[in-house]
């Protein structure tokens, strides 16, 4: 079984919808999870609209609970632009899991979300250069990869 935690909804049902394309038994969870006998177990835990310690809190709830059934792998669904509580989430599961290093893999080539050179662009923009620099939660004000996840140790 492999399990998905997604910091919202809309992330949580592509993440559904793409594993039943391929033929995979899903269970769709809001909060709470259980063993469904499911191939992918998808969590929403909708930490991107909670103050930074609820989202931590629901995280970790959310970890506990899927560490104890056992998946063969935990996959967080972040957004493509980075928005939320993403290092601080990434760092909470590396603790709980028990792992030192992490792939975080942010970029979305297919909406024309790339990183090169440490810097996010949209198209041919910078990031901080477009509309998600108004984002009314996670207002972006730099391109680079390093300042928006606000973790110096990011190579």
Do not use: C, H, W
Not at 71 to 91: A, C, F, Q, W
Not at 109 to 129: C, F, H, Q, T
Not at 132 to 146: G, I, L, Q, T
């Amino acid at each position: 079984m492999i399990a998905v935690i997604a910091d919202d909804f809309t992330g949580a049902a592509e993440l559904a919808g793409i594993s039943l394309r391929y033929g995979l038994k899903v269970s769709l969870f809001t909060r709470e999870v259980k063993d469904t006998g499911a191939d992918v177990l998808v969590v929403s835990t909708d930490s991107r609209s909670m103050t930074r310690e609820e989202a931590l809190r629901e995280t970790k709830k959310t970890l506990e609970q899927l560490i104890v059934l056992g998946p063969s792998l935990i996959y967080k669904k972040t957004d493509s632009v980075m928005r939320g509580y993403v290092t601080d989430e990434l760092k909470l599961q590396l603790e709980l899991q028990g792992f030192s290093r992490i792939l975080y893999l942010p970029a979305n080539p297919s909406l024309g979300r790339i990183i090169k050179d440490g810097n996010y662009y949209v198209g041919e923009k910078p990031i901080a250069d477009t509309d998600f620099a108004n984002d009314p939660e996670f207002p972006v004000s730099s391109s680079s990869v390093k300042v928006i996840l606000k973790d110096p140790a990011v190579q």
